[in-house]
């Protein structure tokens, strides 16, 4: 099974960027979800409330994250003192991280129509996820649940074929797109190798209306797919699609590569 595409959010919510390599850490891709907006309270922003941040462009290198929108840009520095500390909260998680200058929320907040402070997580930020051995205390950074998220192609192409208007898998704004043989067959999985990286302990991926929302306009689509994927994918309360995954190991991802599955 191959990898055909490779993404990081370097701002949570705002548009992905396409890699051709990734380099993983222990969080998470290098890069993904290192930034976040929030609110006055210190409570995360995402495009379930303020759909246009899924205009905000972002091209993440190595000195500096370019953010742009309309016709402006600006360059954050990877150089950060880390010293405006302020308490943050993702879902049910509060921890610290790090203000990024004024300057920055301030234009973000006047593009977007919200007030608004851009944080980036921090060395002295901790975030864990439960593992099954005590010595072993992964973290992620301010995605939702865990540090990496798979999409199977096999799987959007069974939920298209059940759409009026076929949707592209920007929607479900995963990390590693991979060419399955089933859909669905991830779900199933335990232990994965993918590059140089082994994966483990999965989750499902649990969706809501982030995936009615067009990714290139940043305007809400109508029901679907959301509704669509509800009508057959639904467990309980949550809808289903996708997988999210924790690294046990650091190293390269390139597209291209094989995905093995170990158990």
Known sequence: MRIEELYIYPIKSARSQSIKEMKMTSEGPEGDRQWMLIDESG????????????TV?????TAALTV??????????????FQRKVKVSVWSDTFEAALEPDLYSQALSQYLGVNC?????APYSQRRVLSHVAEWKPEVRFSDARPLQLVNLKSLE????????????????GNIIYQGTTAYEEESWKRIKVGEVIF???????????????????TPSGPDPLKTLAGYRREGKDVFFGTLWIPENEGIIRVGDSLQVLE
């Open 43 to 54: 409570k995360f922003i995402s495009q379930r409330t303020v759909p246009k941040l899924a």
């Open 57 to 61: 462009e972002v091209f993440h290198e």
């Open 68 to 81: 742009g929108f309309e016709k402006m840009f600006f360059k954050i520095s990877k150089n950060n003192s």
């Open 117 to 121: 402070r851009l944080v980036r997580y």
């Open 158 to 173: 069974e939920l298209n074929s059940r759409l009026a208007n076929p949707v592209g898998v920007d929607r479900f704004r």
């Open 200 to 218: 483990s302990l999965p989750k499902k991926c649990a969706r809501c209306a982030i995936i009615t929302i067009d990714q290139k306009t940043g």
